[in-house]
């Protein structure tokens, strides 16, 4: 499968933005789909996944409250959207799969497929 996130941009402390992760090739619906984060000069983490059918997620706690992780399986997306948005969000955002019968990790090394990432900047 191919990953493309889109959505990010330059906002204020305190807005909101919602990311998309589009695939193609096989449906995403096989798939855990995972959101990473890397900032400049740090190590990529983890923000949250969600299971193939979309029963199950999982946020690092930073973001647990703010950011809310969805897929629409039907039209092959995934969303973050994050809510209050605060200046150590800022990161480059990336969508990551897995396939669905491992279910979710927040490892990054455990996701075999990346997108190219998109830029969240949160200006204060």
């Known amino acids: 499968v191919q990953l493309q996130a889109s959505g990010g941009g330059l906002v204020e402390a305190g807005a909101s933005m919602r990311l998309s992760c589009g695939g193609s090739g096989p449906p995403l619906s096989s798939y855990v789909v995972g959101w990473f984060r890397q900032a400049p000069g740090k190590e990529r983490e983890f923000v949250a996944a969600i299971d193939s059918p979309g029963d199950n997620t999982r946020y690092r706690e930073s973001v647990k409250g703010r950011f809310f992780v969805s897929r629409d399986n039907a039209r092959n997306t995934g969303h973050l959207q994050m809510n209050g948005l605060k200046p150590e969000d800022t990161a480059i955002y990336y969508c990551?799969?897995?396939?669905?019968?491992?279910?979710?990790?927040?490892?990054?090394?455990?996701?075999?497929?990346w997108g190219k990432g998109t830029l969240v900047t949160v200006s204060s």
């Open positions: 990551a799969a897995r396939r669905a019968y491992l279910g979710i990790t927040d490892m990054s090394r455990g996701y075999d497929y």
